[in-house]
Protein backbone atom coordinates (compact mmCIF):
# COMPACT_ATOMS: atom_id res chain seq x y z
CA UNK A 1 0.00 0.00 0.00
CA UNK A 2 1.40 3.33 -0.73
CA UNK A 3 1.39 6.05 1.87
CA UNK A 4 0.47 9.73 1.98
CA UNK A 5 0.86 12.76 4.18
CA UNK A 6 -1.54 15.01 4.17
CA UNK A 7 -0.90 18.60 5.27
CA UNK A 8 -3.39 21.66 5.74
CA UNK A 9 -2.21 24.91 6.30
CA UNK A 10 -4.08 27.65 7.75
CA UNK A 11 -3.28 31.69 6.90
CA UNK A 12 -6.46 33.22 8.10
CA UNK A 13 -7.83 33.94 5.24
CA UNK A 14 -6.86 31.15 3.54
CA UNK A 15 -5.88 27.08 3.97
CA UNK A 16 -3.05 25.26 2.01
CA UNK A 17 -4.15 21.51 1.01
CA UNK A 18 -0.34 20.18 1.02
CA UNK A 19 0.07 16.35 -0.21
CA UNK A 20 3.03 15.06 -0.32
CA UNK A 21 2.78 11.64 -1.19
CA UNK A 22 5.88 8.44 -1.60
CA UNK A 23 3.71 7.54 -5.22
CA UNK A 24 4.25 8.23 -8.84
CA UNK A 25 2.73 7.76 -11.78
CA UNK A 26 4.56 8.57 -15.28
CA UNK A 27 0.68 8.53 -17.08
CA UNK A 28 -0.93 11.22 -18.95
CA UNK A 29 -4.97 12.30 -18.78
CA UNK A 30 -8.06 10.89 -18.82
CA UNK A 31 -10.08 14.55 -18.85
CA UNK A 32 -13.56 12.29 -18.33
CA UNK A 33 -12.90 9.85 -15.95
CA UNK A 34 -11.12 12.60 -13.66
CA UNK A 35 -14.67 15.43 -14.35
CA UNK A 36 -17.08 12.63 -13.75
CA UNK A 37 -15.40 10.63 -10.95
CA UNK A 38 -14.72 14.50 -9.07
CA UNK A 39 -18.09 14.81 -9.56
CA UNK A 40 -19.05 11.64 -7.73
CA UNK A 41 -16.82 12.85 -4.97
CA UNK A 42 -17.60 15.91 -4.20
CA UNK A 43 -21.14 15.50 -3.27
CA UNK A 44 -19.75 13.33 -0.32
CA UNK A 45 -16.84 16.10 0.58
CA UNK A 46 -16.66 17.89 4.16
CA UNK A 47 -16.53 21.62 3.19
CA UNK A 48 -15.44 22.75 6.78
CA UNK A 49 -14.23 26.28 6.66
CA UNK A 50 -12.58 25.98 10.44
CA UNK A 51 -8.73 24.95 11.39
CA UNK A 52 -8.93 21.81 10.16
CA UNK A 53 -10.26 19.91 6.82
CA UNK A 54 -9.39 16.68 5.48
CA UNK A 55 -8.37 16.70 1.77
CA UNK A 56 -9.22 14.14 -0.86
CA UNK A 57 -6.04 11.83 -0.90
CA UNK A 58 -5.22 8.42 -3.00
CA UNK A 59 -8.86 6.63 -2.97
CA UNK A 60 -6.59 3.17 -1.72
CA UNK A 61 -5.58 4.97 1.70
CA UNK A 62 -8.28 4.85 3.95
CA UNK A 63 -6.42 7.07 6.49
CA UNK A 64 -4.28 10.72 5.97
CA UNK A 65 -2.17 12.65 8.96
CA UNK A 66 -4.05 15.77 8.56
CA UNK A 67 -2.10 19.08 9.88
CA UNK A 68 -3.56 22.59 10.38
CA UNK A 69 -2.15 26.05 11.29
CA UNK A 70 -2.78 29.17 12.41
CA UNK A 71 0.53 30.58 10.66
CA UNK A 72 2.74 29.21 8.56
CA UNK A 73 5.37 28.15 10.75
CA UNK A 74 2.85 26.14 13.17
CA UNK A 75 1.61 22.56 12.64
CA UNK A 76 -0.58 20.45 14.76
CA UNK A 77 -1.08 17.05 14.05
CA UNK A 78 -4.12 14.88 14.01
CA UNK A 79 -5.97 11.96 12.43
CA UNK A 80 -9.04 12.03 10.32
CA UNK A 81 -10.79 10.07 7.68
CA UNK A 82 -13.28 11.11 4.78
CA UNK A 83 -13.48 10.72 1.19
CA UNK A 84 -10.37 9.86 -1.06
CA UNK A 85 -9.49 10.71 -4.81
CA UNK A 86 -6.92 10.99 -7.06
CA UNK A 87 -6.70 11.93 -10.66
CA UNK A 88 -5.97 8.70 -13.11
CA UNK A 89 -4.05 9.83 -15.69
CA UNK A 90 -3.57 7.47 -18.77
CA UNK A 91 -2.75 7.74 -22.41
CA UNK A 92 -5.70 8.31 -25.02
CA UNK A 93 -5.83 9.47 -28.63
CA UNK A 94 -7.98 12.30 -27.37
CA UNK A 95 -6.70 16.32 -29.06
CA UNK A 96 -5.32 17.82 -26.36
CA UNK A 97 -7.02 20.82 -24.86
CA UNK A 98 -6.44 24.19 -27.03
CA UNK A 99 -6.15 27.48 -25.03
CA UNK A 100 -7.88 28.78 -27.75
CA UNK A 101 -10.92 27.21 -27.76
CA UNK A 102 -10.87 27.15 -23.86
CA UNK A 103 -11.30 30.39 -23.77
CA UNK A 104 -13.76 31.06 -26.65
CA UNK A 105 -16.53 31.51 -24.37
CA UNK A 106 -15.02 34.62 -22.74
CA UNK A 107 -13.12 35.78 -26.53
CA UNK A 108 -15.77 38.92 -26.97
CA UNK A 109 -14.09 39.93 -23.48
CA UNK A 110 -10.58 39.44 -23.49
CA UNK A 111 -10.64 41.17 -26.85
CA UNK A 112 -12.33 44.29 -24.35
CA UNK A 113 -9.27 43.80 -22.00
CA UNK A 114 -6.28 43.88 -24.90
CA UNK A 115 -7.98 47.21 -25.97
CA UNK A 116 -7.93 48.46 -22.40
CA UNK A 117 -4.94 47.76 -21.23
CA UNK A 118 -2.46 50.04 -23.09
CA UNK A 119 -4.57 53.33 -21.73
CA UNK A 120 -5.07 51.85 -18.59
CA UNK A 121 -1.25 51.95 -17.75
CA UNK A 122 -1.27 55.44 -18.53
CA UNK A 123 -0.22 57.15 -22.04
CA UNK A 124 1.43 59.98 -20.17
CA UNK A 125 4.52 57.99 -19.33
CA UNK A 126 5.72 56.60 -22.76
CA UNK A 127 9.42 55.14 -21.51
CA UNK A 128 7.08 53.08 -18.65
CA UNK A 129 4.37 52.15 -21.65
CA UNK A 130 7.01 51.12 -23.53
CA UNK A 131 8.26 48.82 -21.15
CA UNK A 132 4.84 47.48 -20.33
CA UNK A 133 3.98 46.88 -23.87
CA UNK A 134 7.24 44.79 -24.06
CA UNK A 135 6.09 42.19 -21.70
CA UNK A 136 2.15 42.60 -22.38
CA UNK A 137 2.91 41.68 -26.21
CA UNK A 138 5.71 38.72 -25.15
CA UNK A 139 2.60 36.47 -25.88
CA UNK A 140 0.99 35.38 -22.44
CA UNK A 141 -1.92 33.45 -22.34
CA UNK A 142 -4.29 36.20 -20.02
CA UNK A 143 -4.99 33.42 -18.42
CA UNK A 144 -5.84 35.00 -14.67
CA UNK A 145 -7.99 37.72 -16.75
CA UNK A 146 -9.90 35.22 -18.47
CA UNK A 147 -10.49 33.15 -15.26
CA UNK A 148 -12.18 36.12 -13.70
CA UNK A 149 -14.43 36.45 -17.08
CA UNK A 150 -15.54 32.31 -16.75
CA UNK A 151 -15.91 32.76 -12.69
CA UNK A 152 -17.75 35.78 -13.40
CA UNK A 153 -19.70 34.64 -16.38
CA UNK A 154 -20.61 30.89 -14.01
CA UNK A 155 -21.03 32.87 -11.16
CA UNK A 156 -23.38 35.20 -12.64
CA UNK A 157 -25.98 32.27 -13.74
CA UNK A 158 -26.20 31.20 -10.09
CA UNK A 159 -27.81 34.71 -9.01
CA UNK A 160 -29.82 35.09 -12.68
CA UNK A 161 -27.22 37.88 -13.95
CA UNK A 162 -27.41 38.28 -17.70
CA UNK A 163 -24.41 40.50 -18.44
CA UNK A 164 -21.14 41.11 -16.56
CA UNK A 165 -20.43 44.40 -14.52
CA UNK A 166 -17.87 47.59 -15.21
CA UNK A 167 -16.48 45.87 -12.06
CA UNK A 168 -16.00 42.96 -13.13
CA UNK A 169 -14.33 43.62 -16.25
CA UNK A 170 -12.55 46.35 -14.19
CA UNK A 171 -10.82 43.35 -11.58
CA UNK A 172 -9.88 41.65 -14.82
CA UNK A 173 -7.45 44.34 -15.75
CA UNK A 174 -6.54 44.85 -12.05
CA UNK A 175 -5.28 41.39 -11.95
CA UNK A 176 -3.60 41.45 -15.03
CA UNK A 177 -1.53 44.80 -14.29
CA UNK A 178 -0.55 43.43 -10.73
CA UNK A 179 0.30 39.97 -12.77
CA UNK A 180 2.37 41.89 -15.53
CA UNK A 181 3.97 43.89 -12.58
CA UNK A 182 5.37 40.78 -10.54
CA UNK A 183 6.82 39.37 -14.06
CA UNK A 184 8.79 43.01 -14.73
CA UNK A 185 10.21 42.38 -11.11
CA UNK A 186 10.59 39.04 -10.72
CA UNK A 187 12.98 39.21 -13.82
CA UNK A 188 15.04 41.90 -12.30
CA UNK A 189 15.33 39.59 -8.95
CA UNK A 190 15.87 36.64 -11.23
CA UNK A 191 18.21 38.33 -13.21
CA UNK A 192 16.46 36.55 -15.91
CA UNK A 193 17.41 37.72 -19.70
CA UNK A 194 14.31 36.13 -21.52
CA UNK A 195 10.48 35.52 -20.84
CA UNK A 196 8.42 33.83 -23.24
CA UNK A 197 11.13 33.72 -25.73
CA UNK A 198 11.63 37.59 -25.70
CA UNK A 199 14.23 39.99 -24.12
CA UNK A 200 13.09 40.83 -20.84
CA UNK A 201 12.01 44.65 -19.60
CA UNK A 202 15.30 45.42 -17.52
CA UNK A 203 17.35 43.63 -20.64
CA UNK A 204 16.17 46.34 -22.70
CA UNK A 205 15.48 49.34 -21.07
CA UNK A 206 17.73 48.64 -17.60
CA UNK A 207 17.06 47.60 -14.28
CA UNK A 208 15.91 51.21 -13.30
CA UNK A 209 13.68 51.27 -15.89
CA UNK A 210 12.38 47.78 -14.95
CA UNK A 211 11.97 48.76 -11.47
CA UNK A 212 9.88 51.58 -12.02
CA UNK A 213 7.88 50.03 -14.10
CA UNK A 214 6.89 47.70 -12.03
CA UNK A 215 6.33 50.23 -9.64
CA UNK A 216 4.07 52.38 -11.51
CA UNK A 217 1.75 49.23 -12.37
CA UNK A 218 1.28 47.73 -9.42
CA UNK A 219 0.50 51.67 -8.14
CA UNK A 220 -1.89 52.36 -11.31
CA UNK A 221 -3.88 48.89 -10.48
CA UNK A 222 -3.89 49.57 -6.67
CA UNK A 223 -5.34 53.00 -7.59
CA UNK A 224 -8.10 51.21 -9.72
CA UNK A 225 -8.65 48.87 -7.33
CA UNK A 226 -9.79 51.40 -4.30
CA UNK A 227 -12.09 53.15 -6.78
CA UNK A 228 -13.95 50.04 -7.68
CA UNK A 229 -15.48 51.23 -3.66
CA UNK A 230 -15.34 47.04 -2.75
CA UNK A 231 -13.64 47.17 0.75
CA UNK A 232 -13.44 42.86 0.26
CA UNK A 233 -11.94 43.07 -2.73
CA UNK A 234 -10.04 45.67 -2.01
CA UNK A 235 -8.52 43.95 1.26
CA UNK A 236 -8.54 40.56 -0.95
CA UNK A 237 -6.23 42.09 -3.58
CA UNK A 238 -4.29 44.19 -1.67
CA UNK A 239 -3.03 41.15 0.47
CA UNK A 240 -1.94 39.57 -2.89
CA UNK A 241 0.77 42.22 -3.42
CA UNK A 242 1.99 42.17 0.14
CA UNK A 243 2.15 37.99 -0.68
CA UNK A 244 4.09 38.64 -3.62
CA UNK A 245 6.90 40.43 -1.23
CA UNK A 246 6.71 37.37 0.87
CA UNK A 247 7.55 34.85 -1.48
CA UNK A 248 10.23 36.92 -2.66
CA UNK A 249 11.90 36.84 0.61
CA UNK A 250 10.98 32.92 1.11
CA UNK A 251 12.38 32.24 -1.40
CA UNK A 252 16.01 34.71 -1.33
CA UNK A 253 16.14 33.17 1.98
CA UNK A 254 16.41 29.73 1.28
CA UNK A 255 18.44 29.73 -1.59
CA UNK A 256 20.25 25.92 -1.88
CA UNK A 257 19.10 24.68 1.12
CA UNK A 258 18.48 21.01 1.17
CA UNK A 259 16.77 20.96 4.45
CA UNK A 260 13.22 22.84 2.78
CA UNK A 261 10.38 20.82 3.09
CA UNK A 262 7.85 20.85 1.16
CA UNK A 263 5.36 22.85 3.35
CA UNK A 264 7.69 25.76 2.70
CA UNK A 265 7.81 25.17 -1.02
CA UNK A 266 4.15 24.73 -1.44
CA UNK A 267 3.85 27.86 1.02
CA UNK A 268 6.26 30.28 -1.56
CA UNK A 269 4.13 28.76 -4.21
CA UNK A 270 0.76 30.39 -2.88
CA UNK A 271 2.46 33.52 -2.47
CA UNK A 272 4.10 33.95 -5.61
CA UNK A 273 1.14 32.65 -7.84
CA UNK A 274 -1.58 31.32 -5.99
CA UNK A 275 -2.64 34.14 -4.14
CA UNK A 276 -3.23 36.27 -6.99
CA UNK A 277 -5.34 33.61 -8.77
CA UNK A 278 -7.55 32.21 -5.93
CA UNK A 279 -8.21 36.77 -5.29
CA UNK A 280 -8.89 36.97 -8.95
CA UNK A 281 -11.54 33.81 -8.94
CA UNK A 282 -12.59 35.17 -4.96
CA UNK A 283 -13.22 38.89 -6.29
CA UNK A 284 -15.33 37.66 -9.66
CA UNK A 285 -17.58 35.86 -7.77
CA UNK A 286 -18.82 38.48 -4.80
CA UNK A 287 -18.97 40.86 -7.82
CA UNK A 288 -21.69 38.38 -8.88
CA UNK A 289 -23.41 38.48 -5.44
CA UNK A 290 -23.41 35.25 -4.78
CA UNK A 291 -23.21 34.14 -1.04
CA UNK A 292 -20.14 33.62 0.42
CA UNK A 293 -19.86 29.71 0.51
CA UNK A 294 -19.91 30.16 -3.43
CA UNK A 295 -17.22 32.94 -3.29
CA UNK A 296 -15.31 30.74 -0.82
CA UNK A 297 -15.30 27.81 -3.39
CA UNK A 298 -14.41 30.07 -5.98
CA UNK A 299 -11.30 30.81 -3.59
CA UNK A 300 -10.04 27.51 -3.33
CA UNK A 301 -10.72 26.15 -7.20
CA UNK A 302 -8.26 29.84 -7.52
CA UNK A 303 -5.46 28.36 -4.73
CA UNK A 304 -5.69 24.72 -6.08
CA UNK A 305 -5.44 25.36 -9.70
CA UNK A 306 -2.04 27.96 -9.03
CA UNK A 307 -0.62 25.67 -6.73
CA UNK A 308 -0.94 22.48 -9.64
CA UNK A 309 0.08 25.04 -12.20
CA UNK A 310 3.35 26.05 -10.12
CA UNK A 311 4.38 22.59 -9.82
CA UNK A 312 3.78 21.87 -13.14
CA UNK A 313 5.92 24.97 -14.37
CA UNK A 314 8.67 23.67 -11.79
CA UNK A 315 8.53 20.42 -13.28
CA UNK A 316 8.97 21.92 -16.82
CA UNK A 317 12.04 23.68 -15.86
CA UNK A 318 13.74 20.03 -15.93
CA UNK A 319 11.73 18.37 -18.81
CA UNK A 320 11.57 20.58 -21.48
CA UNK A 321 13.89 22.59 -24.07
CA UNK A 322 15.27 25.71 -23.59
CA UNK A 323 13.22 26.51 -26.57
CA UNK A 324 10.26 25.22 -25.49
CA UNK A 325 10.95 27.15 -21.88
CA UNK A 326 12.06 30.60 -23.41
CA UNK A 327 14.84 30.38 -20.65
CA UNK A 328 17.47 28.11 -20.32
CA UNK A 329 16.01 24.41 -19.04
CA UNK A 330 17.42 24.07 -14.67
CA UNK A 331 17.07 27.67 -14.25
CA UNK A 332 15.78 27.34 -11.40
CA UNK A 333 17.91 24.70 -9.86
CA UNK A 334 20.93 26.73 -11.36
CA UNK A 335 20.22 29.77 -9.06
CA UNK A 336 19.48 27.91 -5.87
CA UNK A 337 16.10 27.76 -6.27
CA UNK A 338 14.39 23.96 -5.32
CA UNK A 339 11.53 22.96 -6.39
CA UNK A 340 9.01 20.53 -5.75
CA UNK A 341 11.15 17.52 -8.17
CA UNK A 342 14.05 18.24 -6.26
CA UNK A 343 12.76 18.11 -2.60
CA UNK A 344 11.36 15.04 -3.95
CA UNK A 345 14.91 13.90 -5.02
CA UNK A 346 17.03 14.99 -2.59
CA UNK A 347 14.89 12.22 0.20
CA UNK A 348 16.47 9.77 -2.09
CA UNK A 349 20.00 11.03 -3.40
CA UNK A 350 22.95 11.89 -0.71
CA UNK A 351 24.64 13.11 -4.12
CA UNK A 352 21.99 15.53 -5.31
CA UNK A 353 22.60 17.58 -2.01
CA UNK A 354 26.23 16.87 -2.00
CA UNK A 355 26.07 19.05 -5.43
CA UNK A 356 23.80 22.00 -4.25
CA UNK A 357 25.17 22.62 -1.52
CA UNK A 358 28.53 23.06 -3.27
CA UNK A 359 26.17 25.64 -5.67
CA UNK A 360 27.46 23.79 -8.52
CA UNK A 361 31.33 24.61 -8.36
CA UNK A 362 32.38 22.16 -11.44
CA UNK A 363 31.95 21.78 -14.53
CA UNK A 364 29.02 19.77 -15.30
CA UNK A 365 27.43 19.62 -12.17
CA UNK A 366 24.17 21.41 -12.89
CA UNK A 367 23.69 18.53 -15.71
CA UNK A 368 24.19 16.01 -13.40
CA UNK A 369 21.84 17.62 -10.67
CA UNK A 370 19.26 17.80 -13.11
CA UNK A 371 19.79 13.93 -14.10
CA UNK A 372 19.64 12.59 -10.25
CA UNK A 373 16.41 14.73 -10.16
CA UNK A 374 14.69 12.95 -13.13
CA UNK A 375 16.63 9.02 -11.71
CA UNK A 376 15.53 9.53 -8.62
CA UNK A 377 11.79 10.08 -8.99
CA UNK A 378 11.41 14.25 -8.75
CA UNK A 379 9.34 14.57 -11.65
CA UNK A 380 7.24 11.52 -10.86
CA UNK A 381 6.49 12.45 -7.38
CA UNK A 382 6.16 16.16 -8.38
CA UNK A 383 3.23 14.88 -10.87
CA UNK A 384 1.18 13.03 -8.02
CA UNK A 385 1.46 16.13 -6.07
CA UNK A 386 0.28 18.57 -9.51
CA UNK A 387 -2.52 15.91 -10.33
CA UNK A 388 -3.54 16.00 -6.09
CA UNK A 389 -4.12 19.81 -6.35
CA UNK A 390 -5.94 19.71 -9.23
CA UNK A 391 -8.35 17.05 -8.30
CA UNK A 392 -9.11 19.39 -5.83
CA UNK A 393 -9.66 22.39 -8.03
CA UNK A 394 -12.18 20.45 -10.24
CA UNK A 395 -14.32 19.58 -6.62
CA UNK A 396 -14.18 23.08 -5.89
CA UNK A 397 -16.23 23.77 -9.20
CA UNK A 398 -19.33 21.53 -8.18
CA UNK A 399 -21.48 24.41 -6.57
CA UNK A 400 -21.25 25.91 -10.72
CA UNK A 401 -24.37 25.50 -12.65
CA UNK A 402 -23.67 22.88 -15.78
CA UNK A 403 -23.01 24.94 -18.82
CA UNK A 404 -20.19 26.19 -20.94
CA UNK A 405 -18.56 27.98 -18.29
CA UNK A 406 -18.19 25.82 -15.66
CA UNK A 407 -16.97 23.26 -18.26
CA UNK A 408 -13.91 25.87 -19.07
CA UNK A 409 -13.03 26.00 -15.99
CA UNK A 410 -12.60 21.99 -15.37
CA UNK A 411 -10.50 21.97 -18.93
CA UNK A 412 -8.11 24.94 -17.52
CA UNK A 413 -7.62 22.26 -14.36
CA UNK A 414 -6.89 19.76 -17.15
CA UNK A 415 -5.06 21.71 -19.94
CA UNK A 416 -2.69 22.41 -16.66
CA UNK A 417 -1.94 18.63 -16.48
CA UNK A 418 -1.65 17.66 -20.43
CA UNK A 419 1.42 20.07 -20.25
CA UNK A 420 3.15 16.77 -18.66
CA UNK A 421 2.05 14.02 -19.92
Not at 60 to 82: D, H, M, N, Q, Y
Not at 204 to 223: I, K, P
Not at 246 to 265: H, N, P, R, T, W
Not at 276 to 287: M, P
Amino acid sequence: MMSMTCHNLDFGRAKLDLVACGCSSNASIDRYSVRNYAKSVSKSCIRDYGSRRLVCCRREIARCRVFSTKTPETLLEGVAEGPTGLLKLKKDSREPISITNLFEVVADDLLTLNQNLQSIVGAENPVLMSAAEQIFGAGGKRMRPALVFLVSRATAEVVGLKELTTEHRRLAEIIEMIHTASLIHDDVLDESDMRRGKETVHQVYGTRVAVLAGDFMFAQSSWYLANLENIEVIKLISQVIKDFASGEIKQASSLFDCDVELEEYLIKSYYKTASLIAASTKGAAIFSGVDSSVSMQMYDYGKNLGLSFQVVDDILDFTQSAEQLGKPAGSDLAKGNLTAPVIFALEQSPKLREIIESEFCESGSLDEAIELVKNFGGIERAQELAKEKADLAIQNLSCLPQGSYQSALEEMVLYNLERIQ
